[in-house]
């Protein structure tokens, strides 16, 4: 990225990239994995800042598989990512209350969804599961009313993403790679970008214009 930071992600890692008041980065396969070819799953997730975090310096954050707590327990296997769950607290440092977890459930595994949380969602990655007797196949987003107490049965195996923190304090806008709660933020984000004034990512020669629309 345009921070000097350049680190392959394996299976299990997280990478947890602050934009703050801005940065650049590039994605690339490593060269042996072109050459051999591989299959990739993934996830890509948006997390938005606190507004009085918005213009903060940005930052990185690297944590491999091993460095990331697990919780295995009668067909429940979790990796937390970020937060606390299941007795378990990650160790990415985060600018608000959020968790994000990864839920593997064998069939007939049961896990509840913690109330605690004001917003609560859970991603259905793989398989498919079943709530208060409706069925919900792969791939699926599910959100949850505040308090509702949730329980999730896997039907046949399921990879869950269960998502929950504290609601925003106001709207956000996303227009491209922009997010604010400050549409003439975004404005000027566009300017910037447009007039190449975002910081480069070193050795890289590729450069992505400003979508018309």
């Not at 970020?82 to 007939?108: N, Q, R």
Request: charged share 25%; glycine share 8%; proline share 7%.
């Amino acid at each position: 990225d345009s921070e000097g930071n350049a680190l392959e992600i394996a299976p299990g890692a997280m990478n947890l990239m602050t934009a703050g008041r801005g940065i650049a980065h590039s994605e690339r396969t490593p060269q042996s994995a072109r050459k051999t070819g591989q299959p990739m799953f993934g996830i890509q997730s948006w997390i938005a800042l606190p507004r009085e975090n918005e213009e903060i310096a940005p930052s990185f954050q690297h944590f491999d598989a091993a460095s990331l707590p697990v919780v295995a327990d009668k067909g429940i296997w979790a990796r937390i990512i970020a937060g606390s769950a299941f007795g378990k607290a990650s160790p990415v440092e985060t600018f608000s209350d959020w968790l994000y977890a990864e839920v593997v459930l064998e069939a007939g595994a049961q896990v509840p969804l913690d109330p605690d949380h004001e917003e609560r969602a859970i991603y259905v990655a793989e398989g498919e599961v079943q709530i208060a007797g409706d069925s919900f196949e792969s791939p699926r987003l599910l959100v949850f009313r505040p308090g509702d107490l949730i329980t999730i049965a896997a039907k046949r195996r399921a990879r869950l993403m269960f998502l929950a923190g504290a609601a925003m304090e106001g709207p956000r806008y996303i227009w491209w790679n922009f997010v604010s709660s400050r549409k003439e933020r975004i404005e000027e984000a566009k300017e910037d970008w447009k007039m190449g004034r975002f910081a480069g990512v070193p050795g890289e020669t590729e450069f992505i214009p400003l979508p018309e629309r």
